[in-house]
């Protein structure tokens, strides 16, 4: 692949970002103690640790979740029984880590890595078996959605952009937003394999953005799982194909993989080509629309399936990581912006950040490996293309019934009613890279693009 871009350019466009991400930003305190606390029954529960009284472990979690801005006010709004419903779910995750810790020590049986056998959070590929698992996942999204909970967690995305990206802290943050979802849900998170898109002709044309799936890819979502959803910006919408470009996994391998330690593949000190933020930055800004931006994106469904790829991702960069005798739960690195250090509080009810590099954390899910030739997943919807020895997503069958010019047009004004596009609800994603084959015409444009088309310059993958 050959990329055209300015490398000075990019760094100040990265150093514009995090100075105008609109985020709340929290002190940077050590809680190690106060987290012990909250998140009470653990492995070192088995050495003789015992449980909070209930009150004194919810008032030590509320605090460290949504803790007081300057005013002792929360911040975030979240009322009493959306607090209460968060706890809920950390009381579950808890109960779950402690089982499992209890239940390997009586049996002294090592854990395997990716045993589905291990956990019942064995994440599969959106399309494995004919999209059955993804099925169960867009079922459970809507009832969540419906009773009001999903868009409580898609919230808690919203408030905390200053710790989940631009960042060291972008992936074990993310790791942790999984763990929450997936609980609540009660069913595995399906991964979302973009590069079985990015290796057709035509990305636009997968499966995936059909009824059965995702549902429209351009313009508002109207048919499928996700249909008439509403988020703070108004009707869920999206414009695939509009800029970035979707996951290549011989970038994957030889750029991300191939790095020894987490700041070699983080923000701001990786290679752009190795960047895995940078990566899914390009993902979020392909599929467009409210997931393009930072502080929305997660009330599109698609986003934690995404993210699930991405964790995919990390957690093979950490097997490869233990083969080089690299501990990757004290990977964490030396230098972080504010709210990232491993130390500081993730705003998930009282777990810092460092919970997610923590083995204990990752012990909790398993995936199944990616689709492989000549199999690919046993799916009908994805193919071994025998010439290139890669697999590929099947096309929809049927194409959109609004003409695209039309659902263009429709996706533009919704982006403008709801000042999406004016930056109402702050920035979007900032893409690493453009596909050739997209169109260029983002509903929210990045600061990158907007200094290129000053000084008329574009950056590319051929």
Not at 365 to 387: E, G, T
């Amino acid at each position: 692949m050959n990329v055209q871009m300015s490398g000075w350019l990019f760094l100040v466009t990265l150093s514009l970002l995090a100075l105008n991400t609109v985020a709340w930003i929290q002190e940077s305190l050590d809680r190690s103690n106060d987290f012990e606390e909250c998140y009470g029954v653990h492995a070192s529960n088995i050495s003789g640790k015992q449980h909070l009284a209930g009150n004194s472990f919810e008032k030590r979690c509320t605090d460290l979740l949504i803790p007081f801005d300057s005013s002792r006010e929360r911040i975030g709004n979240f009322t009493a029984k959306e607090i209460n419903y968060i706890q809920s779910i950390f009381r579950k995750i808890n109960s779950e880590n402690y089982k499992i810790q209890r239940n390997r020590v009586r049996r002294q049986v090592p854990l395997v890595p990716n045993n589905p056998n291990n956990v019942w959070r064995y994440r599969q590929e959106v399309r494995t078996n004919n999209g059955y698992h993804f099925n169960l996942y867009a079922t459970r999204v809507r009832e969540l959605k419906a009773t009001g909970q999903y868009d409580i967690i898609a919230n808690i995305n919203r408030v905390s952009v200053s710790k989940a990206y631009v960042g060291i802290n972008f992936l074990p943050w993310h790791r942790l937003i999984l763990l929450v979802l997936e609980t609540a849900l009660g069913v595995p998170i399906p991964y979302y394999d973009s590069s079985l898109d990015h290796e057709m002709e035509d990305p636009t044309n997968s499966c995936v953005w059909e009824p059965r799936y995702f549902g429209e890819g351009i313009g508002p979502v109207l048919q499928g799982r996700f249909a008439n959803f509403i988020t703070p910006a108004g009707p869920l919408f999206r414009k695939i194909n509009a800029g970035g470009v979707l996951i290549s996994r011989p970038m994957i391998i030889r750029h991300v993989w191939s790095q020894r330690y987490l700041t070699e593949i983080s923000t701001p000190t990786a290679r752009y080509k190795s960047n895995l933020e940078g990566q899914s930055n390009n993902v979020h800004y392909w599929i467009n629309g409210i997931i393009s931006n930072l502080a929305l994106s997660a009330y599109d469904p698609i986003f934690f399936c995404h993210y699930a790829f991405i964790d995919y991702i990390w957690d093979i960069f950490r097997t490869v990581q233990s083969s080089k005798g690299i501990n990757s739960e004290t990977d964490t690195g030396k230098k972080y912006p504010p709210g990232q250090n491993p130390s500081d509080s993730s705003d998930l009810n009282g777990l810092l950040n460092s919970e997610g590099y923590s083995f204990k954390t990752s012990n909790l899910v398993s995936y199944r490996r990616w689709a492989q030739c000549p199999s690919c997943d046993v799916s009908d919807d994805v193919y071994c293309d025998k010439v290139r020895w890669v697999c590929v997503s099947r096309q929809k069958p049927i194409p959109s019934a609004i003409p695209q010019q039309i659902a263009i047009h429709q996706t533009d004004r919704l982006a403008s009613i709801s000042a999406l596009k004016d930056g109402k609800f702050g920035p979007p994603f900032t893409p690493f890279a453009n596909d050739s084959r997209t169109r260029g015409d983002a509903v929210q444009a990045s600061q990158m693009e907007k200094d290129m088309v000053k000084k008329n310059q574009k950056f590319r993958v051929s």
